[in-house]
């Protein structure tokens, strides 16, 4: 039986009476740094193909490695792959809703100051998310999120 995040299947061993291994699919974040400015669609294009897609981030534990990927390299800021949609919520370039606990989001941000601003880019130093204007150019950070698997054996 598989589920969408988990499979299951059962497999008979010598020597073992039972086992059950699992095999979860799961996509760790490669994050890449790109040094060229460019406007916040033109980043998305390029991230879609040479890698996956803008940054996105799923939890603080991806946060903090992304924080860790611009830390040394990023002058100002850089674009991430979230944006407000046309129903107003932001979500993920490459598709759902970000998470309002797993936001970063800079004090008095998101603030639409002028008006235009519905792309989000990401500080250097202290990573919190800016909303732009999406015709300002940065750089901004890929991600090459190529499924991966892990496997688990049980034995009862």
């Known amino acids: 039986m598989c589920f969408p995040a988990m499979c299951y299947c059962c497999v008979f061993v010598p020597f073992l009476s039972f086992t059950v291994v699992s095999v979860s699919a799961y996509v760790p974040h490669r994050f890449h740094f790109v040094n060229q400015r460019k406007n916040w669609t033109e980043a998305q294009n390029y991230c879609r193909q040479t890698y996956t897609d803008l940054a996105t981030i799923n939890n603080m534990d991806e946060m903090?490695?992304?924080?860790?990927?611009?830390?040394?390299?990023?002058?100002?800021?850089?674009?991430?792959?979230?944006?407000?949609?046309?129903?107003?919520?932001?979500?993920?370039?490459?598709?759902g809703f970000y998470s309002v606990k797993d936001s970063n989001w800079n004090k008095g941000e998101p603030n639409n100051d002028g008006r235009n601003e519905f792309c989000v880019a990401m500080k250097k130093y202290w990573g919190k998310w800016l909303d732009e204007s999406c015709g300002r150019q940065f750089p901004f950070v890929c991600f090459d999120g190529k499924n991966y698997y892990r496997c688990e054996l049980y034995n009862n």
């Open 64 to 95: 903090k490695k992304l924080n860790e990927t611009l830390k040394d390299v990023v002058k100002s800021s850089a674009w991430i792959g979230l944006k407000r949609g046309d129903t107003g919520r932001w979500q993920w370039s490459l598709g």
